[in-house]
């Protein structure tokens, strides 16, 4: 049974940071996407970043591009999302996603429906 556990939300600035994490556990699989999603009230959910977890290549829906970096530590089973130079409009509950196996060179497209394990979501709020 695949487990996914997310925390480092929190309430931060405009211009701050944040680290998240997304602890999983059960999962076995070499060649396999992890991803952040995010959903502000209202909205649909979004892609965030996603990562490779054989080959760490990275992908970033374009409004964060520069400012998060999806990262992992496979020795604490750990996927992290550091997110830096917070803007109000990144306001939402985020959820660290795994896929089922994927090829070696699949390219972790941020599309909830290619992701089948969910965490409980982790809060982020950024006042202006």
């Known amino acids: 049974q695949v487990h996914l556990v997310e925390s480092g939300g929190g309430s931060v600035q405009a211009g701050g940071s944040l680290r998240l994490s997304c602890v999983v556990s059960?999962?076995?699989?070499?060649?396999?996407?992890m991803g952040w999603f995010r959903q502000a009230p209202g909205k649909e959910r979004e892609g965030v970043g996603s990562?490779?977890?054989?080959?760490?290549?990275?992908y970033y829906v374009d409004s964060v591009e520069g400012r998060f970096t999806i990262s992992e530590d496979n020795a604490k089973s750990t996927v992290y999302l550091q997110m830096n130079s917070l803007k109000p409009e990144d306001s939402a509950m985020y959820y660290c996603?795994?896929?089922?196996?994927?090829?070696?060179?699949?390219?972790?497209?941020?599309?909830?429906?290619?992701?089948?394990?969910w965490g409980q979501g982790t809060q982020v709020t950024v006042s202006s």
């Open positions: 996603a795994a896929s089922a196996p994927v090829n070696w060179w699949a390219s972790c497209a941020l599309d909830s429906q290619e992701f089948a394990y």
């Open positions: 990562i490779h977890i054989g080959r760490g290549a990275s």
């Open positions: 059960g999962y076995t699989s070499t060649s396999g996407c």
